[in-house]
T-cell receptor
Framework: AQTVTQSQPEMSVQEAETVTLSCTYDTSESDYYLFWYKQPPSRQMILVIRQEAYKQQNATENRFSVNFQKAAKSFSLKISDSQLGDAAMYFCAYRSASVLGAGNMLTFGGGTRLMVKP | GAVVSQHPSWVICKSGTSVKIECRSLDFQATTMFWYRQFPKQSLMLMATSNEGSKATYEQGVEKDKFLINHASLTLSTLTVTSAHPEDSSFYIC???????????FGEGSRLTVL
């Protein structure tokens, strides 16, 4: 079974600064997807960024980028120029790409609460 | 973009009653839907996977008779919490898999409070 670990329960960043959220995972599969989701106080899950394991290039979405280290099974999220609206819970998630595998549900890490200081 | 509608967004019920939560995919066919439960300040825990027209697959420790899941059409899955008790109070979130693209989309979640 796959597991996802977020070792930072809480992180704090000054507005306009950069912060990195950590995520590690464990899997025996070679083909999979990794995601970062944001959950603001409204509790709506918002997709921030996704990474296909077969791609070596790190995904980037505006101020959000990832550092994907497949061999180390690490998938960190970097938020640049942090804004007050970035304050939320962030969840790292894993999804198998194998049709015959564990299905295509998401396995979530424990989450990191990000606080942004004005 | 694709939208998944979850209803009701919040519900309060008395202990012993049953509550039904609906999850609808509004502009795509959802071959598979997932139901998650989230306790305060915790992560999402998968409860069950439902495929259209077949029985749901429940995760270990989830009582299938307590949490009834029906996926009768490609756009609707329902979760019924039967004989609800205060410990069933939680936030329930569904996600739907677009059968054409494989993308996953989340509903807005439903907060259940059992008195």
């Amino acid at each position: 079974a796959q597991t996802v670990t977020q070792s930072q329960p809480e992180m704090s960043v000054q507005e306009a600064e950069t912060v990195t959220l950590s995520c590690t995972y464990d899997t025996s599969e070679s083909d999979y997807y990794l995601f970062w989701y944001k959950q603001p106080p409204s509790r709506q899950m918002i997709l921030v960024i996704r990474q296909e394991a077969y791609k070596q290039q790190n995904a980037t979405e505006n101020r959000f980028s990832v550092n994907f280290q497949k061999a180390a099974k690490s998938f960190s999220l970097k938020i640049s120029d942090s804004q007050l609206g970035d304050a939320a819970m962030y969840f790292c998630a894993y999804r198998s790409a194998s049709v015959l595998g564990a299905g295509n549900m998401l396995t979530f890490g424990g989450g990191t609460r990000l606080m942004v200081k004005p | 973009g694709a939208v998944v509608s979850q209803h009701p967004s919040w519900v309060i019920c008395k202990s012993g009653t049953s509550v039904k939560i609906e999850c609808r995919s509004l502009d795509f066919q959802a071959t598979t839907m997932f139901w998650y439960r989230q306790f305060p300040k915790q992560s999402l825990m998968l409860m069950a996977t439902s495929n259209e027209g077949s029985k749901a697959t429940y995760e270990q420790g989830v009582e299938k008779d307590k949490f009834l899941i029906n996926h009768a059409s490609l756009t609707l899955s329902t979760l019924t919490v039967t004989s609800a008790h205060p410990e069933d109070s939680s936030f329930y979130i569904c996600s739907a898999n677009d059968g054409r693209t494989g993308e996953l989309f989340f509903g807005e979640g439903s907060r259940l409070t059992v008195l």
